[in-house]
T-cell receptor, first 116, second 116 residues
Framework: DAGVIQSPRHEVTEMGQEVTLRCKPI?????LFWYRQTMMRGLELLIY????????DSGMPEDRFSAKMPNASFSTLKIQPSEPRDSAVYFC??????????????FGPGTRLTVL | AQKVTQAQTEISVVEKEDVTLDCVYE???????LFWYKQPPSGELVFLIR??????QNEISGRYSWNFQKSTSSFNFTITASQVVDSAVYFC?????????????FGTGTSLTVIP
């Protein structure tokens, strides 16, 4: 089975540009998570969805960030406008069942974003 | 509140030495799950193990072993006869049943360097 798929793997953009990161969770998984990883702040949860519905977006840094999950097999994280401090690796993860706490999160390979 | 502490930021060992990575957690839930992930230099996050709060048996998988002690709220990870390929950042994580959607609480990670 294919794992979590993220695209692009690398993105270099200039400050002020719009950036869209994409994620395809593992088929059949009900929950999807977006994380950001930086040296300074480590691994931060940005937002997560259960059954395509955003549950907690308290980790989204500011209004420049938005995330959608239009269907069970696709999610996007958009940054508009991008800033150099958004440079990080962005991970997407999915789990098969929502709630209960017992399920393992499986991570995608990440998107390395560089904002110049 | 849920919290995971990995007090060791960086560890260096010489190849073939044993090394233990510490993980201490906090939760008020009686049902919870603990995880270890490995992040090699290539950047992906690889799931290693999951443990539930009702199972305190230690687990061994090849050179890897995990010691779960509820009395000290610890879930430590030992690598026996370390190898250069073990060099990575290791994350401990907690998921509690009270939370919706399997939200994970990650520690800050321990960077392990195995010197040949």
């Amino acid at each position: 089975d294919a794992g979590v798929i993220q695209s692009p793997r690398h993105e270099v953009t200039e400050m002020g540009q719009e950036v869209t990161l994409r994620c395809k969770p593992i088929s059949g998984h009900n929950s999807l998570f977006w994380y950001r990883q930086t040296m300074m702040r480590g691994l931060e949860l940005l937002i997560y969805f259960n059954n395509n519905v955003p549950i907690d977006d308290s980790g989204m840094p500011e209004d420049r960030f938005s995330a959608k999950m239009p269907n069970a097999s696709f999610s996007t994280l958009k940054i508009q406008p991008s800033e150099p401090r958004d440079s990080a690796v962005y991970f997407c993860a999915s789990i098969p069942v929502a709630g209960g706490g017992e399920d393992t999160q499986y991570f995608g390979p990440g998107t390395r974003l560089t904002v110049l | 509140a849920q919290k995971v502490t990995q007090a060791q930021t960086e560890i260096s060992v010489v190849e073939k030495e044993d090394v233990t990575l510490d993980c201490v957690y906090e939760t008020r839930d009686t049902t919870y799950y603990l995880f270890w992930y490995k992040q090699p230099p290539s950047g992906e996050l690889v799931f290693l193990i999951r443990r539930n709060s009702f199972d305190e048996q230690n687990e061994i998988s090849g050179r890897y072993s995990w010691n779960f002690q509820k009395s000290t709220s610890s879930f430590n990870f030992t690598i026996t006869a370390s190898q250069v390929v073990d060099s990575a950042v290791y994350f401990c994580a907690l998921s509690a049943s009270r939370d919706t959607g399997n939200q994970f609480y990650f520690g800050t990670g321990t960077s392990l360097t195995v010197i040949p």
